[in-house]
């Protein structure tokens, strides 16, 4: 993003600092704010999503900013713990994908990604682009393994008041093993 000139009052220095986007917005709005996934380079590079928040006096007035990353490799662990759980190790595969259907993160890490699937028109993930606002499944064919899929989508939630991110979670089983039972 850009950077909007500050000029730094709190040192006494007075000179004029670059802040970046979220910045600016936090101050403005004063409320939660969520950058897009990205490669950080104060983290070595790894995928992570940063949020950043207001510090408000009590008269309400801006006093500051604070600013978190969290590696997406945090919400792996949960996407892995809970697939595991209820479907069995080697049983499901996950895709984490941007508003804009970019590959943020997957069960099968693989230096691909950051890839479009929206581009490449997989069945599922153009429908979950058709209606963000509901949840479905598609049966297709899984593009690295070449095997019958049923493919669940939905939109990520916020929290509370909280927006959330704008992803959406793709989560495949092979469709063998999803219509064993009947």
């Given at each position: 993003g850009g950077k909007t000139s500050v000029k730094d009052v709190a040192s006494g220095s007075g000179e004029t600092i670059d802040q970046p986007d979220w910045f600016e917005i936090?101050?403005?709005t004063r409320e939660i704010h969520l950058e897009d996934a990205h490669r950080s380079r104060e983290s070595?590079?790894?995928?992570a999503v940063e949020f950043s928040a207001p510090i408000v006096g009590p008269q309400g007035e801006f006093q500051g900013a604070v600013v978190a990353q969290v590696p997406l490799e945090n919400l792996r662990a949960i996407l892995?713990?809970?697939g595991a759980l209820r479907y069995g190790e080697d049983a499901y595969?996950?895709?984490l994908l941007d508003r804009q259907g970019v590959v943020i993160s997957e069960k099968e890490q693989t230096e691909g990604t950051g890839f479009n699937l929206l581009k490449m028109a997989l069945p599922s993930v153009v429908r979950a682009a058709v209606d963000r606002s509901q949840s479905g499944y598609v049966e297709e064919l899984?593009?690295?393994r070449q095997?019958?899929?049923v493919t669940g989508y939905a939109r990520t939630r916020g929290y509370e008041r909280f927006p959330g991110f704008d992803w959406t979670l793709l989560v495949r089983l092979d469709r063998d093993r999803v219509?064993?039972?009947i």
């Open positions: 936090v101050r403005k070595g590079g790894i995928m892995e713990r809970e595969d996950w895709l899984h593009q690295r095997v019958p899929v219509y064993a039972p």
